[in-house]
């Protein structure tokens, strides 16, 4: 009965491999979001989605690339992975894609990247 | 660029005291504001809100402070208890806009 779910929970990788972090929620949101948590707790918007469509895209690599099959799904692909991708990734939905509205926040994933 | 933060990066509070986690904020277009809470090894969740034309607003042991004169936040913990022990956000936004900004979060722990 999990609310927001993402796995895998901690993914260790080489630099330069592909990769790919999923995402679903059951709460039947709209949108959905990726944020990066960095070694400071630092928490940065991603990207976001409503209804399938990239509403925020900030200023990331062109090598995280989202992908959304569903509302229900919002899935995070990594290519040619480096040591400052390693990070905690969360995933995070919203009814309406407005920042007043609240966002749930998944368990998390944490990449490491040797 | 214009960001949320926090004044400290720890406050480490005796158990059963009243706690106070600060926020300065620097975007005077913000008008949202929101406090989350983080559990080790969890995602953040919801606290509380306050939109800024209120000063106060109080939730279940939690009160929430504004003060847009000074762009000020703060979250205030009441009889905090050891399950309080986590990392604490703010954020903020416009309201009509898309993303929320992030503070730099600060490390509650709660002495026995």
């Known amino acids: 009965d999990t609310a927001v779910s993402q796995t895998p929970k901690y993914l260790v990788t080489q630099m330069g491999n592909d990769k790919s972090i999923k995402c679903e929620q059951n709460l039947g949101h709209d949108t959905m979001y990726w944020y990066k948590q960095d070694s400071k707790k630092f928490l940065k918007i991603m990207f976001s989605?409503?209804?399938?469509?990239?509403?925020i895209n900030e200023t990331v690599p062109n090598r995280f690339s989202p992908k959304s099959p569903d509302k229900a799904h919002l899935n995070l692909h990594i290519n040619s992975l480096e040591l400052g991708d390693s990070a905690v990734y969360f995933c995070?939905?919203?009814?309406?894609?407005?920042?007043?509205?609240?966002?749930?926040f998944g368990p998390g994933t944490r990449l490491t990247v040797l | 660029g214009e960001s949320v933060g926090l004044h400290l990066p720890t406050l480490s509070v005796q158990e059963g005291d009243n706690s106070i986690i600060n926020c300065a904020y620097s975007n005077s277009a913000s008008d949202y504001f929101i406090w989350y809470k983080q559990e080790s090894g969890k995602g953040p969740q919801f606290i509380i809100d306050i939109r800024s034309n209120m000063d106060k607003r109080q939730g279940q042991r939690v009160t929430v402070l504004l003060n847009k004169t000074v762009k000020h936040l703060s979250l205030q913990i009441a009889a905090t208890q050891p399950g309080d022990s986590a990392v604490y956000f703010c954020?903020?936004?416009?309201?009509?806009?898309?993303?929320?900004?992030f503070g730099a979060g600060t490390t509650v722990t709660v002495r026995a």
């Open positions: 954020a903020e936004s416009p309201w009509s806009d898309y993303k929320l900004s």
């Open positions: 995070a939905s919203s009814q309406e894609p407005l920042a007043t509205d609240t966002q749930y």
């Open positions: 989605y409503n209804n399938k469509e990239l509403i």
